[in-house]
């Protein structure tokens, strides 16, 4: 097993040699004299993935599976009396989803175990779950395969529906209007169920959305969207609004052909994933390191966190999402 950090992130009690013991942000600040048993931190909301697609667990060996979709419905058609029918079948395609492992891990020395005022195992491993929420839904909301990410998301998926801005305008220019090209985008069966996605900042950008007053003066009347006594996110055009921080934000969107938002119900029209779940395991005798620092935990009193997951996820009918991008320059 192979670290590719340095074992002075180890987490420990500020006291050991050889693990930065000047500093007590590994882990001294967690047994002071007297200390609540609480860290105070902000909880990170992931988790939309999981949450809005469709969830199918694998089973059985390997790391993929094929997932049937129709591709083409019944064809009826007006036949004069007596006059022979026309013969329709449906027709059938396959999409296939691909399990990928994400993990994470952490040491720590026995001495902290034994002396926080937490249960610092347990905290960890709570950091390590909401930090593989947020991988995949950066990975299957934004990921974008030509770039460094190991997911084409589904802002970035193949065969979605895509609506352009005009000309020269980026997410800082979207207004409603956007919104409801991506409704008229899908059809109406496709649209049940459906929400938008988007970043906060975009939904920001679309709640400052003001009428003119009667002197044709822009932005200075009332808000059209939501008003500042509301509560959010709310619906928009009679849809639900779903706010992720893994998707683009209005600066992160700010080149042409960019995408950054789109409108769908994921329970139809993408399948999340995975096998066995969460697994989580506590290592006592592994060496851990990059080979020029290694760590035997025996050795050196330590105990390794490990959690890793396998998961994956596809869009099974990518026809029905509706991406909106930002406009050409030209």
Known sequence: MQLKTDPSNALHTGSRSGLDSSSDNYGGHLVPDLFLAEVNRFIEQYGVARREMRYLPFGGEGNERTIPTLTTGITTYWVDEGASKTVSRPEFGTVTQKLKTVAALSIMTEEIIEDSAIDIVSFVTQLMGEAIAEAEDKQFLAGDTDGTDTWDGVIHADNVETVAMTTTDRAADITPDHLLGLIDKLKTSERIGAKFFMHPTVW???????????????????????????????????????????????????????????????????????????????????????????????????????????????????????????????
């Not at 005798?285 to 990059?290: P, Q, R, S, V």
Request: glycine share 10%; no cysteine.
């Open 204 to 330: 920001s950008k679309i709640r400052a959305y003001r009428a003119t007053t009667h002197d044709d003066t822009a932005n200075t009347g009332a808000y059209l969207v939501q008003s500042p006594t509301d509560g959010g996110p709310g619906s928009f055009w009679g849809y639900p609004v779903v706010l992720s921080d893994a998707l683009p934000s209005v600066s992160d969107a700010d080149t042409e052909d960019d995408p950054f938002m789109f409108f769908t119900n994921l329970k139809r029209t993408a399948v999340y994933g995975d096998k066995q779940g969460l697994r989580v395991k506590v290592l006592t005798e592994a060496t851990i390191g990059d080979g020029s620092n290694d760590i035997k935990l025996a050795q050196h009193d330590m105990v390794g966190l490990r959690v890793h997951k396998r998961v994956g996820y596809v869009p099974v009918l990518p026809g029905a999402i509706a991406v909106l991008q930002n406009g050409p320059t030209t």
